[in-house]
């Protein structure tokens, strides 16, 4: 019988890869696996690693959180499984609390604060509304401005024209490794990218 825990877990990785809309042996092909080991996975006929839990969403380009969430706090999706996709207004603002209290690092916390608190010179309604809109965008032109985010920033640090140079910076290091993620998601014709491989808590 299975343990509710290898059962979520199983139940997880088949939503994900459905999710996503990838096969069985695409994702095998993906993680350099067979087929076999994948269809024991989403059965819950044979443990997994957390490596290899983490490798799928990253071969599926998909987000782990909100599964991870679920797998390990199944009380708080009364409707089970699909409550991820669907959170009201209150679960969100609960799962945003959680996130920024409990396991946000400090840097995450320092620049969200400054994002809607500080004197930056932008409305931060309007400055979400960008975000929104070049989320939307592909990926390929998300990378476009991202290369012109990294190179705009790079000039005003060489010229000394920084807007607000005591403020919480942003770690380069992680942008110039998503750009370059994104970089390899768009020549394989993917539309997404994960950085489930990069320490964001330093």
């Given at each position: 019988?299975?343990?509710?825990?290898?059962?979520?877990?199983?139940?997880?990785?088949?939503?994900?890869r459905?999710?996503?809309?990838?096969?069985?042996?695409?994702?095998?092909?993906?993680?350099?696996?067979?087929?076999?080991?994948?269809?024991?996975?989403?059965?819950?006929?044979?443990?997994?690693?957390?490596?290899?839990?983490?490798?799928?969403?990253?071969?599926?380009?998909?987000?782990?959180?909100p599964?991870?969430?679920?797998?390990?706090?199944?009380?708080?999706?009364?409707?089970?499984?699909?409550?991820?996709?669907?959170?009201?207004?209150?679960k969100?603002?609960?799962?945003?609390?959680?996130?920024y209290?409990?396991?946000?690092?400090?840097?995450?916390?320092?620049?969200?604060?400054?994002?809607?608190?500080?004197?930056?010179?932008?409305?931060?309604?309007?400055?979400?509304?960008?975000?929104?809109?070049?989320?939307?965008?592909?990926?390929?032109?998300?990378?476009?401005?991202?290369?012109?985010?990294?190179?705009?920033?790079n000039?005003?640090?060489?010229?000394?024209?920084?807007?607000?140079?005591?403020?919480?910076?942003?770690?380069?290091e992680?942008?110039?490794?998503?750009?370059?993620?994104?970089?390899?998601?768009?020549?394989?014709?993917?539309?997404?990218?994960?950085?489930l491989?990069?320490?964001?808590?330093?």
């Amino acid at each position: 019988m299975l343990s509710d825990y290898r059962f979520r877990v199983a139940r997880a990785i088949t939503a994900a890869r459905e999710a996503a809309g990838v096969s069985q042996r695409e994702l095998a092909d993906r993680l350099g696996r067979d087929k076999r080991t994948i269809q024991k996975w989403e059965k819950g006929e044979m443990k997994i690693a957390l490596e290899d839990f983490l490798g799928i969403f990253d071969a599926l380009k998909i987000q782990v959180e909100p599964y991870s969430k679920w797998i390990r706090h199944p009380e708080l999706f009364p409707n089970g499984l699909e409550d991820i996709l669907h959170y009201s207004t209150d679960k969100k603002r609960k799962a945003l609390s959680d996130f920024y209290q409990r396991q946000a690092s400090p840097l995450e916390v320092e620049q969200e604060y400054y994002f809607l608190f500080a004197d930056h010179g932008s409305d931060y309604h309007g400055m979400y509304q960008q975000w929104m809109a070049n989320l939307m965008t592909p990926l390929r032109d998300r990378r476009r401005i991202c290369s012109q985010v990294i190179d705009n920033y790079n000039e005003a640090k060489a010229t000394g024209t920084i807007v607000d140079p005591g403020a919480p910076q942003p770690d380069m290091e992680v942008l110039q490794a998503c750009y370059e993620a994104s970089l390899q998601s768009v020549q394989h014709g993917d539309n997404g990218y994960t950085m489930l491989s990069l320490d964001l808590h330093r």
